[in-house]
Each structure stands twice: as structure tokens, then as C-alpha cells.
């Protein structure tokens, strides 16, 4: 069993976590995202707070299963309307905002071999409420506090190449709500983005085409293999048929684009 392995493992040695996924010592082996899910999935809460961090102001829950103890992140909401006007006046049809968005964009990522650059995002039910419930992650500080402290990232090349991916699926799942804080750094500058709620748009068109630089090419091949049916049957529960012809269309236009900037400059201008 996943737990029973999990389990043995802990009692092994004291967990910490290594560029987003949880580590040991450089000796024995990383525990796999199945058996975080597992985790995830079955262990108790042992305690929380909330972080009065972000719209969705989520929880910090702390889960044990006896042997090992580590925090996750829930968020419950799951809002839908018609007609949402905003503060600043504007207004956005069909307007949702849900925790299901957090575990699409997971399904999603791991079709396109992104998963790294997300947290694990499970389903789970705490207090009555269902909700997305993801691995905490150690991280140094999110992108708004880096650019608001002015602190360069030490390897420049490795940290733009992170970003050109995030920007790629940040186009595919038309997020609303992109902002700095949903970026955070790792303590080794792994980049990691979190909370999609208000991702998943009907719109066939690119938010900001213009973000699209360059592209990893492995990405890009994954990206011509996206599958719809795959889709489909990936996201189950999570996206809507019109949600899923959405990711379908805005992907053929990212393809034509990194396509047109390949003609235009090289390849070797573009792929990475």
C-alpha cells in the first residue's frame, strides 16, 4: 500500500522538502507525487489556521498520519455568477471562482510534464466543506516581494527558462487572476505557481500573446499531443466540455504562435 510505504519511510528519517517536492537525505529516494497524494488524501488534520493571503484567504492545515506531519493548503471556494461586477468597475459574464480550477490545472499539467512546477493538488472534504488540498511548499519569498526588494535571481538563464514555461500555461488556462503572489521561489529559485480558481475562461483567444518569448520544446511537443478525449477524461469532474474545447482552442493558438516566431527568428531563438 502507498501509505504503508509512506509510512516506513518516515519513520526512517525527518522529512524536509528539496526544489518543491519532499526530500530525505541525498541517499534514499524522494517520495513519489502518488505517495504525496496518498498522504494528502488519508492523513488527519491535526490543526489549522487561515493565511489571510489572497481573495480566497485559504487554510493552512496541518495533516499527520502518526508517523509523518506536514502542512497542506485548502481552499473551499466555489462561486459562480451570472453577471460579477468588480470595484474597479468592470464586469465579467459566467464568472467563477472555484477550487476545482486548482485541480484541473494539475491534471492538466501533468499531461504536459509541468507537474513539477505545481504543488500536489488533491480533492478532499475538511469541516464539511469540499475543497482543493495541496502540499505545502518551503518557499523563500513569492515574485512581488523579489521585484519589490529588487533581489536578481543568481542564475538568470535557468530562472527566465522557468518563467517561459509558467507563462505558456499561464495562456493555456486563462487565468483571470494572474498576480505576483501566485509565483512564489523556492529556496533553491525553483518557481513554482499556485491557485488557478479563477482559471479556465470559455474564451478561444490568448490573454497576452506577447508573453510568449520563447518555449521549452519538450513542452511544445506535448503541446502538439494534447489530447481533447485525453482531456476530457483527465480533468473528469473538474472542467466542463465547453472549458475543455476552450484549453483545445486557446492550445492551437499557442502552437501557431511559437510556430510564427520560430519562421520569423529561428529556431534556435525560440526553442529552448
Not at 497524494?37 to 480566497?56: E, H, M, N, P, S
Not at 469532474?237 to 465547453?242: A, F, R, S, T, V
Request: hydrophobic share 40%; proline share 4%.
Amino acid at each position: 500500500m502507498p501509505g504503508r510505504g509512506l509510512r516506513c519511510l518516515a519513520l526512517i528519517l525527518a522529512l524536509y522538502i528539496v526544489g518543491g517536492r519532499p526530500g530525505i537525505a541525498a541517499d534514499q529516494p524522494a517520495l513519489s507525487r502518488e505517495q504525496i497524494k496518498q498522504f494528502l488524501l488519508t492523513a488527519k488534520v491535526t490543526g489549522g489556521k487561515q493565511g489571510g493571503k489572497g481573495i480566497t484567504d485559504p487554510w493552512r492545515l496541518t495533516l499527520s498520519d502518526g508517523t509523518l506531519t506536514h502542512d497542506a493548503s485548502f481552499q473551499s471556494v466555489d462561486e459562480h455568477d451570472i453577471d460579477r461586477k468588480f470595484a474597479d468597475g468592470h464586469r465579467e459574464l459566467l464568472f467563477v471562482d472555484s477550487y476545482r480550477y486548482n485541480i484541473a490545472a494539475y491534471r492538466l499539467a501533468e499531461l504536459l510534464g509541468l507537474e513539477d512546477m505545481l504543488p500536489v493538488y488533491v480533492e478532499r472534504k475538511w469541516q464539511g466543506h469540499i475543497g482543493s488540498l495541496s502540499w505545502w511548499l518551503p518557499v523563500q519569498m513569492d515574485e512581488g516581494q523579489r521585484l519589490q526588494r529588487k533581489i536578481p535571481a543568481p542564475d538568470v538563464e535557468a530562472w527566465n527558462q522557468q518563467m517561459y514555461r509558467i507563462r505558456v500555461f499561464d495562456e493555456l488556462v486563462y487565468d483571470t487572476d494572474p498576480n505576483l503572489t501566485n509565483v512564489l521561489i523556492g529556496n533553491d529559485w525553483k518557481i513554482y505557481r499556485v491557485d488557478f480558481t479563477r482559471a479556465f475562461r470559455l474564451s478561444k483567444n490568448l490573454r497576452e500573446p506577447k508573453n510568449l518569448e520563447r518555449c521549452d520544446r519538450k513542452l511544445l511537443e506535448r503541446l502538439k499531443a494534447l489530447d481533447g478525449n485525453e482531456l476530457t477524461e483527465k480533468t473528469r469532474h473538474y472542467l466542463n466540455n465547453e472549458e475543455v474545447k476552450a484549453v483545445m482552442a486557446r492550445r492551437d493558438k499557442i502552437v501557431a504562435y511559437i510556430q510564427s516566431l520560430i519562421a520569423a527568428k529561428g529556431e534556435g531563438e525560440v526553442l529552448y
